[in-house]
């Protein structure tokens, strides 16, 4: 009994499932943003391109490591897709949007609140906070054998998440001072991308904390 619920806890039922129809996704959308930019004559969103397939190889050798669960898997797949769909798509400029970079990251969901581009950095961020905690778990796990999703775990997960969300933003801010034209936005913007994330990373935890808590307590 305690084994099962050690495997059931650290995702090792995941070891056995197929992980090529999220890779496929992925390589499919990745070779379309690598077209569309260079049909477009965007040049400079290759260099996103490059940092995506970086991301991907951690993912990678993180997964090797502790094995993440697919649906973590698939959302952050999910994620660099709505990246790349955010900085190549155009949208009509009648729309709520920037007329300069009529582009799907900058169209405003909800006018003067809400903007393409933050929901995708809450949601990623969110993602990231997750995959943070089933990284942690996995550590956890090896010694102890129970991994319990505790307030101070996740406050270190939500930290981490918020981490990499900075990270994102030092990232945008080289793109800024090595690219001739990027649609990273000022001070504000950077602003508002980082209190999504923090918005995110605090859903995320408190998602963990309520439910794999739970699931540790019913056990």
Request: include cysteine; glycine fraction near 10%.
């Given at each position: ?100 970079t009529p582009v799907l990251y900058n169209l405003w969901l909800i006018p003067g609140w809400l903007k ?104």
């Open positions: 009994m305690k084994q099962q619920k050690v495997q059931s806890i650290s995702g090792k039922s995941d070891q056995n499932q197929p992980i090529w129809p999220v890779v496929c996704f992925t390589a499919l959308y990745i070779l379309a943003a690598v077209v569309g930019a260079l049909v477009n004559g965007n040049r400079e969103f290759l260099v996103y391109v490059a940092i995506m397939l970086l991301l991907i190889g951690l993912v990678w050798k993180m997964h090797r490591m502790v094995v993440l669960s697919s649906a973590a898997l698939w959302c952050l797949s999910v994620w660099g897709c709505a990246h790349m769909a955010g900085g190549l798509l155009t949208v009509p400029v009648h729309w709520p949007v920037n007329v300069e393409y581009d933050q929901l995708v950095h809450a949601y990623g961020f969110g993602i990231t906070t997750w995959v943070c905690w089933q990284g942690v778990r996995s550590v956890i796990l090896k010694h102890t054998g129970h991994a319990a999703p505790t307030l101070g775990l996740m406050i270190l997960v939500g930290a981490a998440g918020m981490g990499f969300g900075a990270l994102n933003e030092v990232i945008e801010f080289g793109a800024t001072l090595l690219l001739p034209e990027t649609n990273v936005g000022g001070y504000v913007n950077t602003s508002l991308d980082m209190v999504a994330n923090l918005i995110g990373a605090m859903v995320a935890a408190m998602l963990i904390w309520c439910f794999e808590g739970r699931t540790n307590v019913d056990k």
